[in-house]
């Protein structure tokens, strides 16, 4: 079946300007979460949603970025005002259910560049 | 503060070597770890998981490690072939917690 996509692959954009990042997760999955890789670094906890529970944004790095999951779905990451310490791959991934010991799927990420 | 390292950024081995990937982590509250396989323009995968209540893990050619005493994780890949190439993450969380403590991730390069 479908895994996890991510849209779009690629993002530039200028400084100042808002991004929307897309995250559809495979079917059936309740728990989503974002993550950020800067370039040679670990990834990033951003934010984690589960079914209708109040999301987790906890690494959330400023008031700049959002996050909202529509019907229990498909999710966008909005990054308000880019700055160009913002350039770094968004990662998605899904699980069946919540909780870190259930598999995380990834999708390939969408590579964001601010000039 | 939580923390996820690894000693070598960069491991290069020949073909049909067997590969040790180390990772060592700070929190000794950490109930569960991951290994995950990233490769160029792709996202993490899945390669395999353990317990803190257990100390060995073995899969298709994966064997995990896990000693507390020294908080140290390592990933043992036999055989290794080219397509192992690729960077290799550790990644650890804390019971009770909904979220996954990622390393910085080694480097592995596999030459024919």
């Known amino acids: 079946g479908a895994g996890v996509s991510q849209s779009p692959s690629n993002k530039v954009t200028e400084k100042g300007k808002d991004v929307e990042l897309r995250c559809d997760p495979i079917s059936g999955h309740t728990a989503l979460y974002w993550y950020r890789q800067s370039l040679g670094q670990g990834l990033e906890f951003l934010i984690y949603f589960q079914g209708n529970s109040a999301p987790d944004k906890s690494g959330l790095p400023s008031d700049r970025f959002s996050a909202e999951r529509t019907g229990g779905s498909v999710s966008t990451l909005t990054i308000q005002r880019t700055q160009q310490e913002d350039s770094a791959v968004y990662l998605c991934?899904?699980?069946?259910?919540?909780?870190?010991?259930?598999?995380?799927?990834f999708g390939p990420g969408t590579r964001l560049t601010v000039t | 503060g939580e923390s996820v390292g690894l000693h070598l950024p960069t491991l290069s081995v020949q073909e049909g070597d067997n590969s040790i990937i180390n990772c060592a982590y700070s929190?000794?509250?950490?109930?569960?770890f991951i290994w995950y396989k990233q490769e160029s323009g792709k996202g993490p995968q899945f390669i395999i998981d353990?317990?803190?209540?257990?100390d060995k893990r073995q899969g298709q050619r994966v064997t995990v490690l896990l000693n507390k005493t020294v908080k140290h994780l390592s990933l043992q890949i036999a055989a290794t072939q080219p397509g192992d190439s690729a960077v290799y993450f550790c990644?650890?969380?804390?019971?009770?917690?909904?979220?996954?403590?990622f390393g910085t991730g080694t480097r592995l390069l596999v030459s024919p």
């Open positions: 991934a899904s699980s069946l259910h919540g909780g870190t010991t259930y598999e995380q799927y």
């Open positions: 929190n000794s509250a950490s109930d569960y």
């Open positions: 353990i317990r803190s209540n257990m």
């Open positions: 990644a650890e969380n804390m019971a009770g917690f909904q979220k996954l403590v």
